[in-house]
């Protein structure tokens, strides 16, 4: 195989995976990467910057269609426009990185500090993108912000929820749930002030 062999970047991203989770991520060098993928290292440079980001070259084009579907998403409340983008990228991740490769690449992030801090980066820039979304629709600043970190950390509920648990609800279905409970929540502080 070499330098032209089809579809490195995802045999790659599979041959790290397979790694991470047999021999845990600071264990394993982007040498053993490329080799478990039939590749060179040089070619592994050519796809991705280090062994973290074969985790999350995936991060800007999720985005990208978030951030899509906000700006095409009907007339609504911030935060229900920020839900429907998540939703969206939930779609996404459910049909093409599927329940088992997100669960175990849930695992890899979680057994490691470096790959928990750059997770929390990754949305925290997600959030800032919603953010600047919603504005570009008309809302405030300080409602676009508080509406994205809401739909952010909504989300990850419902990654958890679905990384953690066995096949049966899909992250779509995870994602309603969790803003139910948001909702439940919100009418209950609501309640809470008018007493």
Known sequence: MGRWASDAPGRLRAAALELFGE????????????????LSERTFFRHFADKREVLFDGARALEDEIVAAIADAGPGPSLRVALEGMTAGARILEGEVGHERARRRARVVASSEELRER??????????????????????PGEAGLAAGVAVVTFEVAFAAWTGGDVGAGLVEELSRAAGALATLAAGARAHEGS
């Open 23 to 38: 021999r845990g991520y600071d264990e394993t060098t982007v040498a053993d990467v490329a080799a478990r993928a039939g």
């Open 119 to 140: 997770e929390q980066m990754k949305m925290a820039e997600l959030s800032d993108a919603l953010a600047a979304a919603l504005r570009s629709r008309g809302c405030a």
